[in-house]
């Protein structure tokens, strides 16, 4: 199994600020882990450096007027967007570098040059909507890849962006609410605990898009048992009914037990079973074609670069028997489990899907 895995370094030149949760630090720790444990000595495993995306590419998905007050915010050499989401003189063309490397995983593993592609860029971007970016995104670099993918090939006529962030997609789930050419997913922390405060189970999409995005809220400590029985009786169902012809992972790593902004309670090896089976699924529905573009994860020594190693591992195929944990996990007490959510959203989209 051949995996790619797209860095660049200037992903490190964009700050908020240099103690603000989405720094630079992410992507060093994982790639001075990655590196001490040899996984780009492996034969299949390929480090490639991706190019900016065109501002073609970007503008199929971003108003014009968005696009030219971030590109100018940047260049005057920064301002705010929002309290949280800070733009430096970097940001214009991080931002564009960090579309352009999942334009380039989705390139890649479409034209079979890998099997599948790991993106690791920073900004991330499913916070990001046509006209505004926030929650430390600007461009969503998702979306300009799913639209510059159904652009430039025929076999490409449906995309599954399974979304397991511990936030919200909310920037992700509008752009793309009215179109079934791409089925939206998403499993996240409930907005009544955790930014951004949406991702209701009643947000089904629209138009011709009803049906076509699901969303599955979650209690804090939910843990790796709840979400595997989410991707099991709701993701996996409605994914094959759906067999789409490429399956995206928006990998949010900010579910890990030791994230500091989250409280979910998800293991490394939690996250390497989820992997395993979207990897599963995508041999399934689309041969094998499988993307995975790094989210959240602000466990910046601790759980990031283990839950990248765990996704990595399940990747590429490797022996992932003894995925190692920055700390030990004390499960609580009480875990909630998700009977309620679970049964709610098979009721609510019972009249889309054979659930
Ligand atoms: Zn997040």
Redesign the pocket.
Known sequence: MTLEIVYHDDYLLHEHSPTHPERRERLMYTMDQMQEEGVFDLDMVELVEPEAASEEALARVHTPDYLDRLKEMSMRGGGSLSGDTHVSEHTWHQSRLAAGGVVRGCRDVVEDSCESSFVMARP?G??AFADRGH??CFTNNTAVAVREIQESYDEVDRVLVWDW???HFDGTQEIFYSDPSVLTMSV?QTGRTL?PGTGYVDEVGEDEGEGFNVNVPVLPKTGDSGYLRVVEEVFEPVAREYDPDLVFVEA?Q?CHFTDP??DLGVTADGYRRMMERAVDLAEDVSGGDLVASL????GIEGGLPYTNLAVVASMAGLDTSNIREPAVYQPPQRQPDVDDVVAKVKSTHDEYWNL
């Open positions: 991330g499913h916070h929650g430390f962030d511990a936030h996240h930014f949010g900010d902004i989250t989210c959240g994860g602000y």
